[in-house]
């Protein structure tokens, strides 16, 4: 069962306004950016598209289980930041693409280095391996 949570879509697009004005303000806003929760998954923690109805809005997917406040804010930001690295290399954006494959020689990492959140993308691998397995097990995910 899921803690009760102040993690909303208010809460959601705030923080990714946030990380956008912190760590992205070289990255143009070329369309309409939406971030919204997604289903419940066990290995998906984020994703981005373009929304198919429309073909311009971007679509910032993130796992509903993070909703959770036993999953750290951390967690939550450094998934995020992977997804707005996609975005401005071309992926799920109408920026032009950079790399022919979204996660080709390491290039999310590089780019959390380049952005000075080295440290936000090793604490989201470390708690996700010491963590999430657990987490999955006692929703009754696993």
Known sequence: MM???YRDQE???NLLADIWYQHFRDVEQN???MIIWAKRAKRR???IEMDSRDGHTSIIKVNRLFQDLAVPEYVI???IVHEMTHYAHGFGSPHEQKQRHPHSG???RK???ERGLVDLYLKQKRWLKDNWRDFLLE???L
Do not use: P
């Open 106 to 108: 390491g290039v999310i």
């Open 3 to 5: 803690s009760v949570s």
């Open 111 to 113: 780019e959390f280095a």
């Open 31 to 33: 369309n309409d950016v």
């Open 77 to 79: 930001r450094a998934t």
């Open 45 to 47: 923690l984020g994703s």
């Open 11 to 13: 809460w959601l697009e």
């Open 139 to 141: 929703r009754g995910m």
